[in-house]
């Protein structure tokens, strides 16, 4: 856990500049079953935040953008400490503004040197960072799949 918060620290600062957030481990009770009302207790994760020009005291009162970009940096911090792979983000980006975006991106392009990413986006900002592109169009009525795979990088 100590890694990860480090990496999510990291992460944190670079998406929301100045502020703090500090994941923490805590133990939750989860009804197993309501008849004979049996309680198990089991671990979760809970993320205390303070942005510098705002006052919270609860999650639930971020933007979108603002939960999608802390959500973010736990994920890029997880993956930083852990290296998995690959990842699959459906949409991550959609509530990012222009400035956001390519910060994710950029983000992205870094972990992507130990980490496959497969992004499914709209965005055009995250679309320029990819090596291979894989869309839908439809022409007539029918689907019809296309791809392009950028050239590969010439040494000097």
Known sequence: IEGINKEFQRFFEILFGKGKAQPK?????????????????????????????????????????????????????????????????????????????????????TLSEKTQFILVTHNPTIIQIADIWYGVLMKDGISQTISYKLPEKISS
């Open 25 to 109: 481990i805590v133990k939750l009770e989860k009804e197993e079953n309501e008849e004979e009302n049996k309680k198990t207790p089991f671990l979760g994760v809970e993320i205390e935040i303070n942005l510098a020009k705002k006052h919270l005291k609860n999650l639930n009162l971020l933007s979108g953008g603002e939960k999608a970009l802390l959500s973010l940096a736990l994920l890029f911090g997880i993956i930083s400490y852990s290296k998995p792979p690959f990842i699959i983000l459906d949409e991550a980006d959609a509530a990012l503004d222009e400035k956001n975006s390519y910060k994710v991106a950029q983000i992205i392009k």
